[in-house]
């Protein structure tokens, strides 16, 4: 049996492993492998008991620094542990600096690279996330890409082999965790009928003083309550710019959520503002409108569906109706049984 090498260490991997990693089972030994990229417990412990991930096999704890030295420590990290265990392949996921990390220490070792979520790309090259598909995918040996956007993207970069469209793993997730969420109450506890789901994290909205003071501005013209389970990061930004009291009185600031609040969370809201990709993704299967808080979006095949809105930085949501009228064609694409697939893939061609 071929030993796999699994490499995460953000909250969207866990949701993305989920599934996956039941599958793997069929076919591979997986040896788990947690960088520690994100440290909070809400962020990363309880959502591996949430969604009954295994325990990892090796905890590298890469925690707080500049990107530079954590993703240094993570590739110091993952070569020992690659020395030590010997993987016929390695399973990479998304953009983060794990993603990163994993890709760079197994080509240093030679050890095959799978890229799951492969292909994904955003207009700016300076973008933290787009620098790391970009370098992940110049190195890796097979791309699962979530939709057929994503397969263009590495045609027209020159990569034609060993290319599969896999549709969007984080809609096998939502599948295994369905009866849960519909089993929480329709209006969570304590909140209004009608509100908006806010979630902000990206450095882009949240580093940025003007970005960041220009959406909770933008926010407040809702007419409706706006729920903002709030990341650590921006907490930090709130505070470091001091926009305490500059928050409009409509924003309700709460502690993170787990997995399945936040999907109960979502299911219950009029519409969701995030700059998030898996939170865009999650709420359009969910069958919710959502703005997004950037400039682009990278998911645009659900753009083209017209099931996302790209509004910037700075929006009106005061008097506005967002429908949810997504194109069923496009969407059946990207919304059916990834997991299998992939394995079935990954056994043929590593």
Same mark, same amino acid.
């Given at each position: 049996?071929?030993?796999?090498?699994?490499?995460?260490?953000?909250?969207?991997?866990?949701?993305?492993?989920?599934?996956?990693?039941?599958?793997?089972?069929?076919?591979?030994?997986?040896?788990?492998?947690?960088?520690?990229?994100?440290?909070?417990?809400?962020?990363?412990?309880?959502?591996?008991?949430?969604?009954?991930?295994?325990?990892?096999?090796?905890?590298?704890?890469?925690?707080?620094?500049?990107?530079?030295?954590?993703?240094?420590?993570?590739?110091? =990290?993952?070569?020992?542990?690659?020395? %030590?265990?010997?993987?016929?392949?390695?399973? /990479? *996921?998304? #953009?983060?600096? +794990?993603? $990163?990390?994993?890709?760079?220490?197994?080509?240093?070792?030679?050890?095959?690279?799978?890229?799951?979520?492969? =292909?994904?790309?955003?207009?700016?090259? %300076?973008?933290?996330?787009?620098?790391?598909? /970009? *370098?992940? #995918?110049?190195? +890796?040996? $097979?791309?699962?890409?979530?939709?057929?956007?994503?397969?263009?993207?590495?045609?027209?970069?020159?990569?034609?082999?060993?290319?599969?469209?896999?549709?969007?793993?984080?809609?096998?997730?939502?599948?295994?965790?369905?009866?849960?969420?519909?089993?929480?109450?329709?209006?969570?506890?304590?909140?209004?009928?009608?509100?908006?789901?806010?979630?902000?994290?990206?450095?882009?909205?949240?580093?940025?003083?003007?970005?960041?003071?220009?959406?909770?501005?933008?926010?407040?013209?809702?007419?409706?309550?706006?729920?903002?389970?709030?990341?650590?990061?921006?907490?930090?930004?709130?505070?470091?710019?001091?926009?305490?009291?500059?928050?409009?009185?409509?924003?309700?600031?709460?502690?993170?959520?787990?997995?399945?609040?936040?999907?109960?969370?979502?299911?219950?809201?009029?519409?969701?503002?995030?700059?998030?990709?898996?939170?865009?993704?999650?709420?359009?299967?969910?069958?919710?409108?959502?703005?997004?808080?950037?400039?682009?979006?990278?998911?645009?095949?659900?753009?083209?569906?017209?099931?996302?809105?790209?509004?910037?930085?700075?929006?009106?949501?005061?008097?506005?109706?967002?429908?949810?009228?997504?194109?069923?064609?496009?969407?059946?694409?990207?919304?059916?049984?990834?997991?299998?697939?992939?394995?079935?893939?990954?056994?043929?061609?590593?």
């Amino acid at each position: 049996m071929k030993k796999a090498a699994l490499v995460v260490g953000a909250r969207p991997q866990f949701i993305k492993i989920a599934p996956l990693i039941i599958e793997m089972g069929r076919f591979f030994e997986t040896i788990l492998i947690h960088t520690g990229q994100h440290y909070d417990i809400v962020m990363s412990d309880n959502i591996f008991k949430e969604l009954r991930l295994p325990r990892p096999d090796y905890h590298l704890s890469s925690g707080q620094g500049s990107p530079g030295k954590q993703t240094g420590r993570m590739i110091e =990290g993952l070569e020992t542990v690659f020395d %030590f265990e010997k993987p016929d392949f390695t399973v /990479v *996921v998304g #953009d983060t600096n +794990s993603t $990163l990390a994993g890709a760079i220490a197994s080509a240093k070792l030679r050890i095959p690279i799978v890229h799951l979520e492969a =292909g994904v790309r955003s207009k700016d090259k %300076f973008l933290p996330e787009q620098v790391n598909r /970009v *370098v992940t #995918d110049s190195i +890796s040996d $097979l791309f699962l890409c979530p939709d057929s956007i994503a397969v263009d993207n590495l045609k027209s970069e020159g990569k034609t082999e060993k290319v599969f469209n896999t549709g969007d793993i984080i809609y096998d997730c939502l599948r295994m965790h369905q009866k849960k969420i519909l089993s929480r109450p329709a209006n969570p506890s304590g909140l209004p009928e009608k509100y908006v789901l806010a979630t902000l994290h990206r450095a882009d909205a949240v580093d940025n003083e003007l970005n960041f003071e220009s959406i909770l501005r933008s926010l407040g013209t809702s007419p409706h309550t706006v729920v903002f389970p709030i990341h650590p990061r921006s907490r930090k930004m709130i505070k470091g710019y001091s926009l305490e009291s500059r928050l409009p009185d409509n924003i309700l600031i709460c502690d993170p959520v787990g997995y399945i609040d936040l999907l109960s969370l979502i299911t219950s809201a009029e519409y969701i503002v995030t700059d998030s990709g898996g939170v865009q993704r999650e709420s359009a299967f969910l069958g919710k409108p959502v703005i997004i808080a950037r400039n682009e979006t990278e998911w645009r095949e659900l753009e083209n569906a017209g099931s996302i809105f790209v509004k910037g930085y700075d929006f009106n949501l005061s008097g506005q109706v967002f429908a949810y009228a997504a194109d069923g064609e496009i969407l059946k694409h990207i919304t059916r049984p990834s997991a299998v697939e992939m394995v079935n893939i990954i056994n043929s061609e590593i």
